[in-house]
């Protein structure tokens, strides 16, 4: 490459596709608690408590649920023109979005990354009320911002490879002692990632993550959840994540789409933040207290749209997938306490 990169500050918002805006509004929304910037009878514009500019979350009425674009804010608008050259020296479509394309977003470019995925930097970006200590209006299961994307992709050494040339670093990865890569975390954010290789067939986006600041918050929405009588919602956990070590529930959405609420994971802004590389058979590393991962976790997944708006192809990992390689959901695995003996998990 002989063009530098844009300057990528963080993941800044996604949009969704979903079939049935007023049953994702009752969840995204009424659930979730997430603030409504704008909405009409097509799309809905959602922002968490922390967060200033127009929203983190687009959710857009169609046909079939998918991901429509990965929006990655960027330092200046000069990092538009680099984003245009990178890519197109890249050989990728790339298109040039005015102001306005996507409501609330400034000049944007967007582009069908090396990896399938529908990608788009902006700068600009309409601010609006920051709710930060609106405590009148947070409830009990407050959400402060984005904070990352999981995406399913079939080659992690070389999603990782483009991923750095970005400028992202690698905080955490689960390997095997063959050298087989099952997963990596990168970040341009001081925190563990600000996107997350999954090592399965791809383009899929596996999940988008909400932070909130207390593990209490999600433990309120799990209750929230059970009250409604839709704990069926809950696809995985509330539980301690061994990588990042954040403290996470996973949610699947009237769609399936999967969504991720997350907190305190940890700093990683110094130059030499050390990786750290889990063992695909350390039954710790996805579940710090070593609850087995459920199967629909490892092999389901959201489709991708292109930048017309199709599904793109999916391409097969050729890799061992975890999901096998741990014996379904983490079946056998050891723990520090057994070293190398395998400790027989639930199935589920
Ligand atoms: O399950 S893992 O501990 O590997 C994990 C860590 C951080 C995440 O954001 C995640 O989705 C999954
Ligand atoms: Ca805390
Ligand atoms: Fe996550």
């Excluded at 087995?292 to 199709?310: C, H, I, M, Q, R």
């Amino acid at each position: 490459m002989t063009t530098s990169p844009p300057d990528v500050i963080r993941c800044a918002y996604a949009e969704l596709v979903v079939t049935d805006l007023p049953a994702s509004r009752d969840f995204y929304v009424g659930v979730l608690g997430l603030v409504v910037t704008y909405e009409d009878d097509e799309a809905l514009y959602l922002r968490a408590f922390e967060e200033y500019l127009h929203h983190s979350l687009v959710l857009r009425k169609g046909d079939l649920p998918a991901l429509a674009v990965l929006a990655y804010r960027v330092r200046s608008a000069a990092d538009l023109d680099l984003a245009e050259a990178y890519y197109g020296e890249l050989g990728v479509r790339v298109e040039r979005r005015a102001a306005g394309a996507t409501r609330g977003i400034g000049e944007a470019v967007r582009v069908e990354d090396p990896l399938g995925f529908p990608v788009e930097f902006f700068h600009e970006a309409e601010h609006v009320e920051r709710f930060t200590q609106r405590y009148d209006v947070h409830g009990a299961g407050a959400l402060a911002r984005l904070d990352h994307f999981n995406l399913d992709t079939p080659d992690v050494p070389a999603a990782r490879k483009y991923y750095e040339g970005l400028g992202f670093r690698v905080s955490e990865d689960i390997q095997d002692d063959e050298g087989t890569v099952y997963a990596a975390w990168m970040f341009r954010k001081p925190t563990v990632h600000d996107v997350a290789l999954t090592g399965g067939d791809g383009p899929r986006l596996h999940h988008i993550a909400f932070a909130s600041h207390e593990r209490h918050q999600i433990l309120h929405i799990c209750d929230h959840l059970g009250a409604l009588r839709k704990s069926g919602m809950i696809e995985r956990g509330p539980g301690r994540h061994g990588v990042s070590n954040a403290f996470y529930l996973y949610l699947r959405d009237p769609d399936g789409h999967r969504i991720e609420l997350y907190t305190h994971d940890y700093y990683t802004g110094d130059p030499d933040n050390p990786v750290i590389t889990w063992d695909v058979h350390d039954n710790q590393r996805r579940d710090w207290w070593g609850n087995p991962v459920v199967p629909s976790w490892y092999s389901e997944a959201s489709t991708v749209l292109d930048l017309d708006g199709k599904p793109q192809p999916l391409i097969a990992r050729s890799e061992a997938h975890e999901a096998d390689v741990t014996i379904g959901a983490d079946g056998f695995s050891y723990t520090t306490r057994q070293q190398k003996e395998f400790k027989l998990g639930e199935q589920v």
